[in-house]
């Protein structure tokens, strides 16, 4: 067990702090404020990390690209309200997060290609959550979440997926660039589809949309040259750039 820092009450910004530190089950030092941006960045030793109810802030990519990394836990009572933008990408063996009551802000690809995520608490306390926060978390969820009941994540494999019961509105880019699903089955009850949320789907080939759907955002579909078959119901509301570059469709 590695207890950071030795002094202070800062973990300070710096060219990779911690990149090459030989550490493995870390614990943040009680009394410590604030973690810095890319503190523990490319760390490949760091296994787990708890921090302490005292942290009031992270820095964007604080945890990034930590191949290791398995687990974290923020304790609480937890001063923090915000995970930050990249905070916990790309690592690889993240399985479990515990977020504390009191976070109200999930940013922007916060979790972003954490593949093996099967685990994370969203608190009462969240207000927002970032798009595309989940994005490439393929073993996470189905999470529905807010009074909107959004999908912000979905577990997915290979070749058809169906959505979960329940949502009412999938989230932007939560399946862009996506390159395993090749067929997407919506329920009843999804009324809206929103920005870029199926964008460049590499093998997309089928759609089935139901009679809910009352909204599709921005390039919800665009960028899919495979894509030859949906069906969208009449009185739709249908952005202008929902279906560009799919020249697979009319034919």
Known sequence: MTTIPEKGKTIKKSAYAYQKATLGDVVIASGTTKIGECAFEWNESLTSVKIPASVAEIQ????????????????AGSKLKVIP???????????SVVLPEGIET??????????SLKSISIPSSVVEIGYAAFWGCKSLGP???????????????????????????????????????????????VEEIEDHAFWSMKNLVK?????????IGESAFSYNEKLAEINVPAGAEVDESAFEECPLLGK
């Open 106 to 115: 999930i940013s922007e690809y916060a979790f972003k290609e954490c593949p």
């Open 207 to 215: 759609v089935v949309l139901p009679s809910t759907i009352k909204k």
């Open 85 to 95: 933008y990249t905070c916990f990408k790309g690592c690889e063996n993240l399985g």
């Open 143 to 189: 999470i529905i979440w807010g009074p909107r009941n959004i999908l912000v994540a979905c577990p997915f494999g290979e070749g058809k997926l169906e959505i979960p019961v329940g949502a009412k509105v999938i989230a932007s880019r939560l399946f862009e660039s996506n390159k395993t699903i090749t067929e997407v089955v919506i329920p009843e009850g």
């Open 60 to 75: 964007s990519d604080a945890f990034s690209k930590c191949t290791n990394l398995s687990s974290v836990e923020i304790e």
